[in-house]
């Protein structure tokens, strides 16, 4: 298994700014995937981040608009840029560690925007 | 394309009673299922997964689902459902080491 923790937990940003979301794991992996569950729905695939390469994007979402650093095997960042009322949800980084065939969530980072 | 249906929005059971959750999925290949669960609040908790093998899986606090290839389903099954399950259950379809997909989620309710 692997051990996910985000940051922010939680955060309630002003309309027009943007927030930057961090995920680090316990261990080295290669691929970590970013996704996004709005109120009351399920979770859409924003990103794949691999690390040495640029993150690939689901349709309907933007490198502009989620910029995703993967610096090194065991952290990443998503931002979430120019942020409207719409973006409110939470967001969840996950990883498939070395050897598993599993994905592994981390907590989520609710993100409200007024 | 692959995708993942759960025809219960919601659902309510009342404590010690069993449980089944419907999961249908479409996939062109050999399906990677998963039932995860989410609490209020919490991120996703990863139940049990069937990859191939015994149709019939075990997964944590009591769980246990079951592939039909047949009727591309993988109903998730309690015997007994205690107070602490009442939660948010997703299912997901996936192939190896590749992002997932997920159904629309489950509520479930547990009355005293």
């Known amino acids: 298994s692997a051990v996910i923790s985000q940051k922010p937990s939680r955060d309630i940003c002003q309309r027009g700014t943007s927030l930057t979301i961090q995920c680090q794991v316990d261990s080295q992996v290669t691929m970590m995937f970013w996704y996004r569950q709005q109120p009351g729905q399920s979770l859409t695939l924003i990103a794949t981040?691999?690390?040495?390469?640029?993150?690939?994007?689901e349709s309907g979402f933007v490198i502009d608009k989620f910029p995703i650093s993967r610096p090194n095997l065991t952290f990443s960042t998503l931002t979430v840029s120019n942020m409207s009322p719409e973006d409110s949800s939470i967001y969840l980084c996950s990883v498939t560690p070395a050897g598993s065939d599993t994905q592994y969530f981390g907590p989520g980072t609710r993100l409200t925007v007024l | 394309a692959q995708s993942v249906t759960q025809p219960d929005i919601h659902i309510t059971v009342s404590e010690g009673a069993s449980l089944e959750l419907r999961c249908n999925y479409s996939y062109g290949a050999t399906p990677y299922l998963f039932w995860y669960v989410q609490s209020p609040g919490q991120g996703l908790q990863l139940l049990l997964k069937?990859?191939?093998?015994?149709?019939l899986v075990q997964g944590i606090k009591g769980f246990e689902a079951e592939f039909k290839r047949s009727q591309s389903s993988f109903n998730l099954r309690k015997p007994s459902v205690h107070w602490s399950d009442a939660a948010e259950y997703f299912c997901a379809v996936g192939a190896g080491r590749r992002a997932l997909t997920f159904g629309s989620g489950t509520r479930l309710q547990v009355q005293p």
């Open positions: 069937y990859f191939s093998g015994d149709t």
């Open positions: 981040a691999n690390q040495g390469s640029e993150a690939t994007y």
